[in-house]
C-alpha cells in the first residue's frame, strides 16, 4: 500500500506566475533598446536557475561596451515590476491551493529566486498566508539542480522529503526534487518544453489538470502519466 503524501511543495517562477515568459519579453524589450538581439537557446537552458548560468546583464553589456552590467539589470528589474502588477497566479494555482487547505495539508515555495522576488508577488496574488514556509536562494548554499530547498522545505514543514509532492516547471527543478526523494510533477510551460523531465513522476500540459486525491495516494511504482 502506498503511503499517502503529507505536504505539498511548489516552485514559483513559472509554476505559481508566469514570470519566466514575463522576464523573456523584458530582456528582449532590454536588447532590442541596444540593438541587440536577445539569445534565446540561452535563456531557456537557464530556465530554472540563477544569473551563474546565463547572465544576460553582463552579456549585453559586453556587448554595448559603454553600458554597465548593473544598470542594464535595474533597468529590467524596474520595467519587469511594473509589468508583474498585471500578472495574476498561473491556472489551477488557485484551486489546488484551496483544495489542499481543505485537506488540510501544508503548502510550501521551494524557489531559486531571492526571497525579495517571490515574497511580494506572493503578497500580491493573496496566497503569502496560504504558505507555511517559503524557501529562497537566500537560506541555501546550492540551489537548484542540487536538492537543498527541497530538503529544507521539508525539514521546516516537518516531514521527511519523500512525503512530499513537489510540482516543478523546469529539467533542473525536477532534478532537485528527485534527488531529494520526492514525489515530483512536472508542469512544462513554452519555453521549458525542450527540458529533459524524464525523471519526472508525472507531467501535466497545465496545473489546472492537477488530481489532488490522485496525487496524494499516488505510488511511484505506477507506470508515468
Do not use: N
Not at 556587448?63 to 508583474?84: N, T
Not at 488557485?94 to 521551494?110: G, H, K, M, N, T
Not at 504558505?131 to 536562494?137: D, G, H, I, K
Not at 528527485?178 to 496545473?207: E, M, N, Q
Amino acid at each position: 500500500m502506498s503511503r499517502r503524501r503529507k505536504a505539498l511543495v511548489l516552485d514559483f517562477d513559472g509554476l505559481v506566475a508566469d514570470t519566466e515568459v514575463l522576464w523573456l519579453a523584458v530582456l528582449r524589450r532590454l536588447y532590442r533598446t541596444y540593438f541587440q538581439e536577445l539569445p534565446y537557446a540561452s535563456v531557456v537552458e537557464s530556465v530554472g536557475g540563477t544569473l551563474h548560468d546565463f547572465d544576460p546583464f553582463t552579456d549585453l553589456s559586453a556587448r554595448c561596451g559603454s553600458v554597465d552590467a548593473s544598470e542594464l539589470e535595474e533597468q529590467a528589474e524596474c520595467l519587469f515590476r511594473a509589468w508583474m502588477a498585471y500578472e495574476a497566479p498561473l491556472p489551477g494555482v488557485r484551486r489546488l491551493i484551496a483544495e489542499a487547505q481543505l485537506r488540510a495539508v501544508p503548502l510550501a515555495i521551494a524557489s531559486s529566486s531571492r526571497e525579495a522576488s517571490v515574497v511580494p508577488y506572493l503578497d500580491q496574488f493573496g496566497l503569502r498566508d496560504a504558505f507555511s514556509v517559503v524557501v529562497t536562494a537566500d537560506d541555501v548554499v546550492r540551489v537548484k539542480p542540487a536538492p537543498d530547498l527541497y530538503l529544507l522545505a521539508a525539514r521546516r514543514l516537518g516531514t521527511e522529503p519523500e512525503h512530499i509532492v513537489a510540482f516543478e516547471d523546469s529539467g533542473r527543478g525536477v532534478r532537485a526534487a528527485k534527488a531529494a526523494g520526492a514525489l515530483c510533477v512536472a508542469v512544462p510551460h513554452v519555453l521549458t518544453r525542450s527540458h529533459d523531465f524524464d525523471a519526472a513522476d508525472i507531467r501535466l500540459d497545465s496545473l489546472a489538470l492537477c488530481d489532488l486525491e490522485d496525487l496524494l495516494s499516488h505510488d511511484p511504482s505506477e507506470v508515468r502519466r
